[in-house]
């Protein structure tokens, strides 16, 4: 092993590699034993629902079959509709596929990837053989066959061998981060040097648990039911950071309690802290924060869903960036007429579909073209200089493994496991075993060719139509927070609305840190940043809940002011901010003041930030 290791490899991945490569192979010969046409198809498969986890991988095949049968149906049904009729068949796939990547975007996890594979699964049935529409429906078929085939092979032999996962889990992850929030509150009530912001937690940390939350909940029902818990608990523990900001000593004495997963022990820190805080805001958060904190040992509590952010601008931007993409390609091979120009399409599909939810597409879809380049050229060696000595469709086959083989060792390699899948991918797309062959040297090399148009189609769309990277993804998020807190400030909002849109801005506080932190972004500026957003709505719910009767007339009709100008704070800042302070030296309980004040600052403060959104386009 530290042979290997020296060399380059991830020893760690070899056996996933190896056994990923020996389950492809076995569903390549089986496919090519019962005689289907594809058999290919089976390989690629099994790579593609592969999982180290045994969890991941049983969800990633359900996925993948649910996929493959929705795009299956529409393409035959596209197919019966349009016949050969190019323009017909282009735009049906192009309003599919920006269909499947809106519903992709807007969903996360493996139910993202199976709406992505619905659209480009419809294209293999419709855009590989278009010329020809009668085979259309032995191409669905064949199709069928071959994934349920991959992905039992992939299930059976990664059932046997795939580990279980025996990482700290994410609730562990939030009992901890847990512990170490109160410690925070502990110091900053009592002024201890330990509480300044930069020892603190971070929302940071807490972005990157919610960032692995979906891959956990994937793994079972038990881990679904701990991820909706896990998720409310990183909510609360979002407000107390943020509520920090604002809260100074107190002059109360350190709590103490011990540094342990001892969950009475953790609950009467809360309790404690809870009693101490003199900020009424952070009283009703540690109360909040007790509460889903005793959720998680609660067996019969499932956890209600939380809201999650669902980046409806981007979603739609990636559903018009491909109708824009597939249109053009398409006209293309309408003029040209050439029977490669399904397979431009194809790849063009598959790589803005799949790539529009990555962080930084266009700098992927480099190493995505040289895995495509790499695996393009292993299919044309294969086919020319090795398949030739085959004399049988199964002599094929076995010149088809090695290559298998090189594949994995590319996928535990250091340098080249980022384009190990696609050199996979494609050099099994480009080797359909048929003997004798009847392709010439010049069209597999078109062929080739076309398929590695997807990429820098891709590429070119992604940077001409909507570019996506990680700033614009971080200012997609705080826009949508700005609107929400506009939409909270409308009247008629009910009350049982008020605990999820919380929730759902709570959650939209940790991607903004997730884009954030990527986008280079420092860690003050973003605490900063929704701070101030939290202070507008404690404003907001603070004078929406005040007693008109306990106010009195004229103090009334200056709240219900406020909170009217508060829908438009982004665009007369300074009059909100006037009308808050004025609110503020009109009451006499401590609390409005402290509130209205902070609202105040903050509005302020966001007007400034405000001039940098020009960024987004």
């Known amino acids: 092993m530290n042979v290997l290791s020296s060399c380059g490899f991830e020893t760690s991945r070899l056996p996933f590699a190896f056994r990923t490569a020996f389950a492809a192979c076995l569903a390549l010969l089986f496919a090519f034993l019962l005689g289907l046409e594809h058999p290919q ?10 999982q180290p986890l045994r969890g991941h991988l049983l969800e990633k095949s359900l996925a993948r079959l649910l996929g493959t049968l929705i795009g299956a149906a529409f393409g035959l049904c596209l197919m019966l509709v349009a016949g050969n009729a190019i323009p017909l068949i282009v735009l049906g796939m192009a309003i599919w596929m920006a269909l499947c990547a809106f519903i992709g975007n807007m969903l996360r996890g493996y139910a993202s990837y199976a709406a992505m594979l619905s659209g480009y699964t419809a294209g293999m049935v419709t855009l590989l053989d278009a010329a020809h529409p009668t085979h259309v429906a032995a191409i669905g078929i064949d199709r069928l066959l071959t994934v349920a085939l991959g992905v039992l092979a992939a299930l059976v032999i990664g059932w046997i061998f795939a580990d279980d996962g025996g990482d700290m889990s994410p609730v562990e992850r939030a009992r901890a981060l847990t512990r170490r929030i109160l410690l925070d509150v502990q110091n900053v009530l009592a002024g201890s040097p330990d509480g300044s912001t930069a020892s603190r937690v971070s929302i940071g940390e807490l972005a990157a648990l919610e960032g692995i939350l979906d891959a956990n909940a994937s ?10 818990k896990v998720r409310a608990l990183l909510a609360t523990l979002t407000a107390v950071v943020l509520k920090l900001q604002h809260v100074s000593a107190d002059g109360t004495s350190a709590t103490t309690f011990p540094l342990n997963d001892d969950t009475a022990d953790t609950l009467l820190a809360m309790a404690q802290l809870e009693r101490r805080a003199s900020d009424r805001a952070l009283q009703r958060t540690l109360h909040d924060l007790t509460e889903a904190y005793r959720a998680l040992d609660q067996i019969d509590v499932t956890g209600a869903a939380t809201p999650i952010h669902r980046d409806g601008r981007m979603a739609a931007r990636s559903g018009i960036r491909i109708f824009i993409a597939m249109a053009a390609v398409g006209g293309l091979w309408f003029v040209s007429g050439s029977e490669i120009g399904g397979f431009m399409l194809l790849g063009t599909a598959i790589m803005l579909s799949v790539f529009s939810t990555f962080e930084n597409p266009v700098l992927t879809l480099r190493w995505i073209f040289a895995g495509q380049l790499l695996g393009a050229v292993a299919a044309l060696v294969c086919r020319w200089i090795f398949w030739p000595w085959a004399d049988s469709s199964a002599g094929m086959i076995g010149w088809m493994v090695p290559v298998i083989l090189i594949g994995a060792l590319l996928v535990a390699h250091r340098k080249t496991a980022r384009l190990a899948f696609d050199f996979n991918m494609v050099a099994l797309l480009l080797l359909q075993p048929v003997w004798p062959q009847t392709m010439t040297v010049p ?26 990277d990680v700033g614009r993804r971080y200012w997609s998020v705080r826009i949508a927070m700005l609107d929400d807190l506009a939409h909270f400030a409308q009247a008629g909002l009910q009350p049982s609305r008020v605990a999820v849109w919380r929730s759902l801005f709570l959650h939209r506080v940790l991607m903004v840190f997730y884009w954030g932190e990527r986008a280079g972004l420092s ?50 800042p300074e009059k909100v901010s006037e009308r808050l302070e004025k609110l503020t030296g009109m009451s006499i309980d401590p609390l409005d003041q402290q509130i209205l004040h902070r609202a105040a600052l903050a509005i302020v403060n966001q007007a400034g930030r405000d001039m940098d959104q020009r960024i987004i386009g």
């Open 443 to 468: 069209y597999s090399i078109v062929s080739a060719i076309a398929v590695l148009t997807g990429p820098l189609i891709a590429m070119v769309a992604f940077k001409l139509v909507f570019p996506v």
């Open 41 to 50: 198809w089976s390989a690629m498969t099994v790579w593609a629902v592969s």
């Open 523 to 572: 860690e003050a500026k973003l605490l900063r940043d929704a701070a101030d957003m939290v202070a507008i709505v404690d404003a907001i719910d603070h004078l929406r809940s005040t007693d008109d009767d306990a106010s009195g007339a004229h103090a009334s009709r200056w709240r219900k002011t406020a909170l009217a100008r508060l829908q438009n704070f982004r665009t007369a």
């Open 219 to 228: 793994r079972s029902r038990k881990a679904r039911q701990e991820t909706r």
